[in-house]
């Protein structure tokens, strides 16, 4: 029996209800959260099934309108969304969440979570990367499983000087990012920027983020930079900045193995958050982590599913 979904718009999402569930749910991450979407797809819907006054199993619509046509995208700084559900996820579940879709969309391009089962070899799905890594281990166990390469540029990073920085400026991580890789990314501007600081404000005072940088022992500017997400047993590298001094010095892989060293030995998930670019992969994977695969779901004017 198909459940009752229901399609709710902005003003009508009980949002304490909403992060009950996420809180419970058997998948959630950090993208999940009300107030996370507030920031990064302000009016967000969604289709939620209710059972007995409470959200069940719910699902973000990151809406937006361009030109009179409503479409569905992927907002920045989120990877990963879909069906979250306090009960198992079946792929059952899934395709009658993406069969609810409104048909107002029409244009739908959309990630889902790594516990959304799809079916295989259909043309409106795609897989993408993710790298994870279980870090409910001794530091040492997880040092092992190092790629050679990574035991070498760390090697080289320890022997660079280098020390880690805590609660740094969000803005110089961005300005890090922005004056040396970022200004390739044209897709990036002034408002994403903004936006990305406003959120990792909003995550720090909710004790759901955290910055670290790194410097040299003989200067104060940092190098290196990284904002990770904490929710849900999970670590997530969300954004980092490096300029060629850290590029050089293998900044980045001291600041990666500072954050597994520090967590070590607990219940939680480092989360690479990405990637389907195969040199960053290679680099992630590096670490001892795991593929994981995720699906999108993706169509042009009608839903294949109905």
């Known amino acids: 029996m198909c459940p009752m979904i229901s399609y709710l718009t902005h003003d009508c999402i009980d949002k304490t209800r909403w992060d009950e569930c996420v809180a419970?749910?058997?998948?959630?991450?950090?993208?999940?959260?009300?107030w996370y979407l507030d920031v990064v797809s302000p009016g967000w819907e969604a289709l939620v099934e209710v059972i007995d006054g409470n959200y069940l199993t719910i699902m973000p619509i990151t809406r937006k309108k361009k030109f009179l046509i409503n479409y569905l995208c992927q907002p920045f700084f989120v990877q990963q969304l879909g069906v979250f559900s306090r009960n198992p996820i079946t792929e059952e579940t899934v395709l009658n969440f993406l069969k609810a879709i409104?048909?107002?969309?029409?244009?739908v391009e959309i990630r889902l979570n790594e516990q959304n089962p799809l079916p295989e070899a259909c043309k409106w799905v795609e897989k993408h990367h993710n790298y994870l890594l279980d870090l409910n281990k001794n530091y040492d166990s997880l040092f092992f499983e190092y790629h050679e390469n990574t035991k070498r540029n760390l090697k080289k990073s320890l022997n660079n000087g280098l020390e880690l920085v805590k609660g740094v400026e969000v803005k110089k991580i961005?300005?890090?990012f922005?004056?040396?890789r970022g200004a390739s990314v044209k897709c990036w501007g002034d408002e994403e920027y903004a936006l990305l600081e406003r959120l990792t404000a909003q995550a720090v005072s909710s004790s759901n983020a955290f910055v670290y940088g790194v410097k040299t022992l003989d200067k104060e500017e940092i190098i290196n930079g990284a904002i990770f997400m904490k929710?849900?047993?999970r670590i997530t590298f969300l954004f980092s900045g490096n300029n060629a001094v850290g590029k050089e010095l293998q900044a980045m892989t001291f600041l990666i193995d500072g954050v597994i060293r520090e967590y070590a030995g607990q219940p939680l998930v480092f989360d690479f958050e990405g990637s389907d670019d195969e040199k960053l992969g290679r680099f992630y994977h590096g670490f001892g982590s795991n593929l994981v695969l995720y699906p999108a779901f993706n169509y042009r004017f009608c839903n294949p599913l109905r």
């Open 174 to 176: 961005i300005n890090l």
């Open 24 to 34: 419970h749910a058997v998948n959630s991450n950090v993208y999940a959260w009300s």
């Open 102 to 107: 409104p048909s107002k969309f029409r244009l």
């Open 231 to 233: 929710s849900h047993q």
């Open 178 to 180: 922005r004056e040396n």
